[in-house]
């Protein structure tokens, strides 16, 4: 395998990402459809790793890399229907673990309350599943007898692209204002640490002390970075 030089590699990656149906299902072997992207154009992975996709995909990656037509691989799943996830809500118990594993944010619902999947939002990924500890998510099919993108469309995969997107910036943002509160709170008991502090030993205090200084100096060199 060799990354395709005919354009910048970048250009590569997005016409890669917008041929692929954006389920963030991770079958392929990569965390999600845009890194799967990467690799396809860097040379580190075949086009027929995307069972979501299916033929007609491996086709389109083919035809936008110059690489042969291959049969999809085994090792990462077979084209079939399109799933749609349903919960069962006599088991649901509300532990919000299937809301943190849905990458397209299509389930609502709040801590042990029972969760509803919009269904017209599912990609089918089915990471929601082994996410289930009471194992009340099950899968039924959506799109009859029609798979890959005969099953799926590209308005629905640009609207899971971009509620994907949304999501991680959602996390990113959460990630940021929560280092932030947390940063502020160290600052704050450092600020006057024997009134914040139990502890009375001057020489504890000035190992506490040190050890919330090192704790803002790593947040601040690693908000510099990012």
Avoid at 148 to 169: C, I, K, N, T, V
Avoid at 170 to 191: F, G, P, T, W
């Amino acid at each position: 395998m060799n990354p395709i030089p005919a354009e910048p590699t970048g250009g590569l990656v997005e016409r890669l990402t917008a041929a692929l149906p954006q389920t963030q299902c991770t079958r392929c072997g990569y965390p999600d459809c845009q890194t799967y992207a990467e690799a396809i154009a860097e040379g580190r992975a075949e086009i027929n790793q995307c069972p979501p996709g299916g033929a007609e995909g491996v086709r389109r990656l083919a035809a936008l890399t110059g690489r042969p037509a291959l049969p999809l691989s085994p090792e990462h799943g077979l084209e079939a229907p399109r799933q749609l996830a349903v919960i069962d809500e006599d088991w649901c118990i509300g532990c919000t673990l299937c809301i943190k594993a849905c990458p397209a944010d299509c389930i609502v619902g709040a801590p042990k309350q029972m969760h509803l999947i919009v269904a017209a939002q599912c990609t089918g990924c089915e990471l929601c599943i082994p996410a289930c500890p009471v194992d009340c998510i099950s899968l039924v099919n959506a799109s009859g007898e029609a798979t890959g993108w005969s099953a799926w469309s590209a308005p629905q995969a640009d609207e899971a692209l971009q509620r994907y997107r949304f999501r991680q910036q959602r996390i990113e943002r959460d990630k940021r204002e929560n280092d932030a509160r947390l940063q502020a709170k160290a600052e704050a008991k450092l600020a006057d640490l024997p009134a914040a502090s139990q502890i009375t030993d001057p020489a504890l205090l000035d190992r506490k002390r040190a050890m919330i200084e090192a704790a803002l100096a790593r947040a601040r060199a690693k908000r510099g970075e990012a």
